[in-house]
């Protein structure tokens, strides 16, 4: 979770000055500061939100969230693929891959971040099933 996408979510119930993300896949490191005229019922739908809001927002991932969602076996298949299909002269999605992670955050609805989904799919590095997982 970031601060933003919180801040968002919050002040549609509750007038906010303020939200803390800490951790961002810590919950209890969140936390926000209401307006001072913001109701009981406003504090308590913003309170409900802090504890029930998923932690990963879907669509979106850092780079170091989005690498942890690969398990070791697919990202040595991934590495390999790559590396042969480089030396082949065969770019294939290795400069793809370059291009995906060059961003701090990704967002899973961008168009190279699907043709790269696709691609790996593709190549049989990974199924559909665990693309969709990583992918998310």
């Given at each position: 979770?970031d601060a933003g996408?919180?801040?968002?979510a919050?002040s549609?119930?509750?007038p906010v ?6 951790v961002?896949d810590e ?5 926000f ?5 913001a109701?009981?019922?406003?504090k ?10 998923p932690v ?5 991932a ?13 990202y040595v ?9 480089i030396i082949a002269g065969?770019i294939?999605f290795?400069k793809l891959w370059d291009?995906v ?6 967002f899973?609805?961008?168009v ?5 989904k ?11 099933a665990r ?6």
């Amino acid at each position: 979770m970031d601060a933003g996408t919180l801040f968002e979510a919050i002040s549609k119930v509750c007038p906010v000055l303020k939200v803390v993300v800490n951790v961002p896949d810590e919950r209890d490191t969140w936390s926000f500061i209401p307006h001072p005229d913001a109701t009981p019922d406003q504090k308590a739908a913003a309170e409900y939100i802090l504890a029930t809001r998923p932690v990963l927002v879907p669509g979106k991932a850092s780079r170091v969230e989005f690498l942890a969602r690969w398990r070791d076996d697919e990202y040595v298949k991934m590495e390999r693929t790559r590396g042969i299909d480089i030396i082949a002269g065969n770019i294939g999605f290795a400069k793809l891959w370059d291009i995906v992670l060059s961003d701090a955050m990704l967002f899973m609805d961008k168009v190279r971040i699907k043709a790269l989904k696709a691609a790996l799919v593709k190549a049989g590095v990974l199924t559909q099933a665990r693309a969709d997982e990583i992918f998310q």
